[in-house]
């Protein structure tokens, strides 16, 4: 019996790219944890541990895989979370201008027996040196309102962005590479 997939994540963005693969979840349920990060904890064991812990959020009956995922957006130690409003846009943008940052997209899967693996892709990437007019454009037109970091990689920013090293498909919110092998060992058919 072929398990069915459950994707605990409401973003659109992740489902685009799981189709890309040629996966379609067969349920969607959005995990309800505390994204807060503990005291000095750093951005890739951050990461790892909001991947691990939306997984286990979500309630997994027999024969289901449980696909969950988190991207974060880092410069040096420092997390930045996701954009509430076009001042915080502009704030990340202001930061992120000119110099190199890491995005960690971690992925964890529960197989159909409950057994949890857990992999990130971390990636680096660079904005060119933003003018005051660029940020400020950007941050209005909304698009990084919602996204770690402020920013979209797959909209607007891409023309912003003049380096990349790593996964670019981690960088938009989910690993392909790792999901694909995660899944496929967890026994769901890929397209």
Same mark, same amino acid.
């Given at each position: 019996?072929?398990?069915?997939?459950?994707?605990?994540?409401?973003? #659109?963005?992740?489902?685009?790219?799981?189709?890309?693969?040629?996966?379609? #979840?067969?349920?969607?349920?959005?995990?309800?944890?505390?994204?807060? #990060?503990?005291?000095?904890?750093?951005?890739?064991?951050?990461?790892?541990?909001?991947?691990?812990?939306?997984?286990?959020?979500?309630?997994?009956?027999?024969?289901?895989?449980?696909?969950?995922?988190?991207?974060t957006v880092a410069v040096g130690r420092r997390i930045l979370p996701q954009a509430a409003s076009e001042a915080d846009v502009s704030s990340f943008l202001r930061l992120l201008s000119g110099r190199r940052h890491r995005v960690y997209s971690c992925i964890s899967v529960i197989d159909a027996t409950g057994n949890q693996r857990t992999r990130c892709a971390a990636s680096q990437v660079r904005f060119k040196q933003l003018s005051a007019e660029e940020i400020a454009a950007y941050a209005a037109s909304g698009e990084g309102i919602g996204k770690a970091g402020g920013y979209a990689i797959q909209g607007r920013a891409a023309g912003l962005i003049d380096f990349l090293s790593g996964s670019h498909s981690g960088v938009v919110g989910l690993p392909l590479y790792e999901t694909r092998g995660l899944l496929k060992a967890a026994g769901i058919a890929l397209g």
């Open positions: 019996m072929t398990p069915r997939l459950i994707l605990a994540s409401s973003s #659109p963005r992740r489902r685009d790219l799981l189709a890309q693969i040629g996966v379609i #979840p067969d349920d969607i349920r959005s995990p309800d944890i505390d994204e807060v #990060p503990r005291k000095g904890e750093l951005p890739r064991p951050y990461a790892e541990r909001m991947a691990s812990e939306k997984a286990l959020a979500v309630p997994r009956a027999e024969g289901e895989v449980i696909l969950a995922g988190d991207t």
